[in-house]
Protein backbone atom coordinates (compact mmCIF):
# COMPACT_ATOMS: atom_id res chain seq x y z
CA UNK A 1 0.00 0.00 0.00
CA UNK A 2 1.17 3.63 -0.86
CA UNK A 3 1.63 5.98 1.52
CA UNK A 4 2.86 9.52 1.33
CA UNK A 5 2.50 11.22 4.77
CA UNK A 6 3.50 15.21 5.42
CA UNK A 7 4.52 16.83 8.16
CA UNK A 8 6.17 19.91 9.20
CA UNK A 9 3.10 22.41 8.56
CA UNK A 10 1.82 25.27 11.16
CA UNK A 11 1.47 28.38 12.16
CA UNK A 12 4.35 31.04 11.58
CA UNK A 13 4.21 34.99 11.23
CA UNK A 14 5.19 36.50 8.11
CA UNK A 15 9.32 36.24 7.08
CA UNK A 16 9.07 32.81 8.99
CA UNK A 17 10.48 29.81 8.13
CA UNK A 18 9.27 26.45 8.12
CA UNK A 19 10.48 22.47 6.70
CA UNK A 20 8.10 20.48 5.38
CA UNK A 21 8.87 16.52 5.12
CA UNK A 22 7.16 13.82 3.21
CA UNK A 23 7.71 9.93 4.23
CA UNK A 24 6.78 7.69 1.05
CA UNK A 25 6.67 4.12 1.59
CA UNK A 26 5.37 1.46 -0.75
CA UNK A 27 7.22 2.41 -3.71
CA UNK A 28 10.39 2.11 -5.07
CA UNK A 29 11.22 6.35 -4.20
CA UNK A 30 14.14 6.35 -6.10
CA UNK A 31 12.54 5.62 -9.06
CA UNK A 32 9.93 8.58 -8.71
CA UNK A 33 9.76 12.15 -9.07
CA UNK A 34 8.67 14.07 -6.37
CA UNK A 35 6.62 17.60 -5.75
CA UNK A 36 4.80 19.28 -3.73
CA UNK A 37 2.04 21.34 -4.34
CA UNK A 38 -0.09 23.68 -2.24
CA UNK A 39 -4.26 24.69 -2.63
CA UNK A 40 -5.16 27.77 -0.65
CA UNK A 41 -8.73 28.24 -0.22
CA UNK A 42 -11.01 28.78 -3.00
CA UNK A 43 -7.94 28.41 -5.17
CA UNK A 44 -6.64 25.87 -7.28
CA UNK A 45 -4.15 23.42 -6.94
CA UNK A 46 -0.63 24.61 -7.65
CA UNK A 47 2.71 22.77 -8.43
CA UNK A 48 5.41 24.99 -5.79
CA UNK A 49 8.50 22.71 -6.33
CA UNK A 50 9.40 18.90 -8.01
CA UNK A 51 12.32 16.87 -8.09
CA UNK A 52 14.03 14.68 -10.44
CA UNK A 53 14.46 11.14 -9.65
CA UNK A 54 18.17 12.36 -10.13
CA UNK A 55 17.85 14.93 -7.66
CA UNK A 56 17.55 18.32 -9.62
CA UNK A 57 14.96 20.38 -8.44
CA UNK A 58 12.68 22.81 -10.39
CA UNK A 59 10.47 25.10 -9.01
CA UNK A 60 7.40 27.33 -9.83
CA UNK A 61 7.67 31.10 -9.28
CA UNK A 62 6.57 31.51 -6.51
CA UNK A 63 9.02 29.73 -4.48
CA UNK A 64 12.10 30.86 -6.71
CA UNK A 65 14.65 32.12 -4.15
CA UNK A 66 12.66 31.37 -1.02
CA UNK A 67 11.96 27.60 -1.50
CA UNK A 68 14.10 24.61 -1.53
CA UNK A 69 13.12 21.41 -2.27
CA UNK A 70 15.67 18.15 -1.65
CA UNK A 71 14.91 14.65 -1.05
CA UNK A 72 16.81 11.56 0.56
CA UNK A 73 16.68 8.14 -1.43
CA UNK A 74 17.99 6.02 1.50
CA UNK A 75 15.31 7.35 3.91
CA UNK A 76 12.39 7.96 1.34
CA UNK A 77 11.59 11.32 2.28
CA UNK A 78 11.25 14.23 0.56
CA UNK A 79 11.85 18.16 1.90
CA UNK A 80 10.36 21.53 1.34
CA UNK A 81 12.23 23.91 3.11
CA UNK A 82 10.44 27.41 3.00
CA UNK A 83 11.90 30.78 3.99
CA UNK A 84 10.41 34.66 4.40
CA UNK A 85 7.18 32.70 4.33
CA UNK A 86 4.13 35.17 3.49
CA UNK A 87 0.31 35.65 4.42
CA UNK A 88 -0.35 34.50 0.97
CA UNK A 89 1.78 31.30 1.37
CA UNK A 90 -1.02 29.82 3.41
CA UNK A 91 -2.44 26.72 2.25
CA UNK A 92 -2.56 22.38 2.35
CA UNK A 93 0.46 21.77 0.79
CA UNK A 94 0.48 18.57 -0.78
CA UNK A 95 3.20 15.90 -1.35
CA UNK A 96 3.12 13.66 -4.64
CA UNK A 97 5.07 11.28 -5.86
CA UNK A 98 4.73 10.44 -9.78
CA UNK A 99 6.30 8.30 -12.58
CA UNK A 100 5.04 7.98 -16.39
CA UNK A 101 6.87 4.82 -16.80
CA UNK A 102 5.79 1.67 -17.78
CA UNK A 103 2.51 3.41 -17.22
CA UNK A 104 1.50 6.89 -15.34
CA UNK A 105 1.84 5.99 -11.17
CA UNK A 106 0.39 9.08 -9.32
CA UNK A 107 0.29 9.33 -5.48
CA UNK A 108 -0.86 12.01 -3.11
CA UNK A 109 -0.76 12.69 0.75
CA UNK A 110 -3.28 13.98 2.38
CA UNK A 111 -1.90 17.58 3.02
CA UNK A 112 -0.52 19.65 5.85
CA UNK A 113 -1.76 23.05 6.60
CA UNK A 114 0.76 25.94 6.19
CA UNK A 115 -0.93 28.95 8.19
CA UNK A 116 1.20 32.58 7.72
CA UNK A 117 -0.35 35.13 10.23
CA UNK A 118 0.70 37.87 12.44
Known amino acids: QVQLVESGGGLVQPGGSLRLSCAAS????????MYWYRQAPGKQRELVAGISDGGTPTYARTGQGRFTISRDNAKNMVYLQMHNLKPEDTAQYYC????????????WGQGTQVTVSS
Open 96 to 107: NARRDWPRVYDF
Open 26 to 33: GIIFRDYV
